[in-house]
């Protein structure tokens, strides 16, 4: 152990990395050698692993009942086989985790505070499902998940386990939406909610991050950061094929919103941008709602920095 007498400047780098990774090891209980991202940029959040409890199989109401909800209020709106449920982030802000079934089919829905972006897994793995925990990890300002079974940890952005058993695995994302409360009760009036009865205490009208998405500043560092935007930027972020694109809600908006067609990787698709909601949504050339990510400039830039960017045509 380190004297606190000891001169920083005494200390040599590489001891401190190891001493800073063996604290993340000890605080958490995860064994991070081998992780596929540098040991050494995986950072404790605060919380202890489970500190922000997941939900598991959660209690759901019809819209009709959904009383705290304002029409502003922002979800994350998941549509699957016509069976429609809505996420409230003033919920997840405070579990981050959804585990859940939609008919026969095991969901995990997910989302970091501290990136502003939301994701929908399948998580049936190899004939089993997959339930996850908060790890109180996180890697380029993302949470780390951690499957319960085999204890590895997956890095959302990523969409990958990074350490443990299932390491270089990856997840299937789900086609979500990100926007208010009103526009995915219009479009979906039949939709069920994510209950505030979550056998658990907190106060869901209250936002624990408020002020972070207007500030520039990050609560933990990233490997790769860019100014051409404001750090907590929305941008709607796809990934066709290995290419990365993003669409930043700040371009969209000087597009005059409506309709986008453009083309990725050899592929055609359409983007659908709602400025009086801030959503955007993307789909393929059959119509279908492709898995993007909507979430903060800083967050995709950070995870890839060799991103495509849409910019908005000048006007004469």
Known sequence: ??????????????????????AVMAENAFD?????????????????????????????????????????DRILGLNLSG???????????????????????????????????????????????????????????????????????????????????????????????????????????????LSTDTGHSRDYSRDPYGGYAQERGLYFPVSASSKRYHPKERVLGLEIEGTFKAYPFAELSKHGGGEIRDRVNGRDLLVRFDPVNESATAYDDKGYQLPAITGFWFAWYAFHPQTEIFTAARRP
């Not at 152990?1 to 063996?22: D, F, G, Q, Y």
């Open 1 to 22: 152990m380190l004297s606190v007498h000891t001169k920083p400047s005494r200390i040599p780098l590489a001891l401190l990395l190891i001493v800073a990774t063996a």
């Open 32 to 72: 991070l050698r081998g992780s596929l991202v540098p040991a050494d940029e995986i950072h404790a959040g605060g919380p202890p692993r489970d500190g922000i409890p997941a939900l598991t199989d959660p209690a759901f109401i019809p819209a009709t009942q959904a009383n705290f909800l304002a029409p502003e």
């Open 83 to 193: 069976e429609a449920r809505a996420y409230p982030i003033g919920i997840l802000n405070w579990h981050e985790i959804v585990n859940d079934r939609i008919g026969e089919r095991a969901v995990a829905v997910t989302y970091c505070p501290l990136c502003g972006t939301g994701v929908a897994f399948d998580a049936l793995h190899a004939g089993g499902r997959l339930e996850f925990g908060v790890s109180g990890l996180l890697y380029n300002s993302d949470v780390l998940l951690y499957d319960r079974g085999t204890e590895s940890l997956w890095s959302q952005i990523k969409k990958q386990a990074v350490t443990g058993p299932m390491k270089g695995q990856r997840l299937s994302a789900l086609p979500m939406t990100d926007t208010t409360w009103r526009a995915w009760r219009e479009a979906h009036p039949r939709t069920l909610v």
